[in-house]
């Protein structure tokens, strides 16, 4: 079983940036797909990018050259660098992984972008 810890969140004014952290209690070397998901207020989760096992990278188009997923495997954690934030990003922020063993989930983490 892997358990995801989000990081990082905060307030940030618009053309900012933000590092979020996913922290795994396990390997997540064996984990096919790593996601970031997020949901504003009144609006249902949207991928944000995503990072397979052998380095697979996608962005939604609404990030598309402002956000970066990385991951390393020997820390078991995978970041979301945020730059030029906009409040449009304003949302809870959601860590996820997808394996054959499971679909895990951490608790979330706030980002509030300012104008």
């Known amino acids: 079983q892997v358990q995801l810890v989000e990081s990082g969140g905060g307030l940030v004014q618009a053309g900012g940036s933000l590092r979020l952290s996913c922290a795994a209690s396990g390997s997540i070397f064996s984990v096919n797909v790593m996601n970031w998901y997020r949901q504003a207020p009144g609006k249902q989760h949207e991928l944000v990018a995503s990072i397979t096992s052998g380095g697979y990278i996608n962005y939604a188009d609404s990030v598309k050259g402002r956000f970066t997923i990385s991951r390393d495997n020997a820390k078991n954690t995978v970041y979301l660098q945020m730059n030029s934030l906009k409040p449009e990003d304003t949302a809870v922020y959601y860590c996820?992984?997808?394996?054959?063993?499971?679909?895990?989930w951490g608790q979330g983490t706030q980002v509030t972008v300012s104008s």
């Open positions: 996820n992984g997808r394996s054959g063993a499971g679909d895990y």
